[in-house]
């Protein structure tokens, strides 16, 4: 019995301990990502005289 006792006293310490520990209350949610891509579609055409603004210069470009 006189084991027991500081075991028990020893039990009901922790016990305490970690359900004060324990904040009831909000949940976490995760975060949202702040930014955002956007993705603009760059598209001039060749036409012979544009080689230096237009997207497919070296593909329509003739040779």
């Known amino acids: 019995m006189a084991t027991l006792?500081?075991?028990s006293?020893?039990?009901l310490f922790f016990l305490l301990l970690s359900t004060s520990?324990?904040?009831?209350?909000k949940r976490v949610r995760a975060h949202k990502p702040c930014k955002k891509l956007v993705f603009y579609f760059h598209d001039i055409i060749?036409?012979?005289k544009n080689a230096?603004?237009?997207?497919?210069?070296?593909v329509g470009a003739p040779a």
């Open 5 to 7: 006792k500081p075991i």
């Open 9 to 11: 006293t020893l039990l």
């Open 21 to 25: 520990a324990v904040k009831p209350g």
């Open 46 to 48: 060749y036409n012979g």
């Open 52 to 58: 230096k603004n237009a997207t497919s210069a070296i």
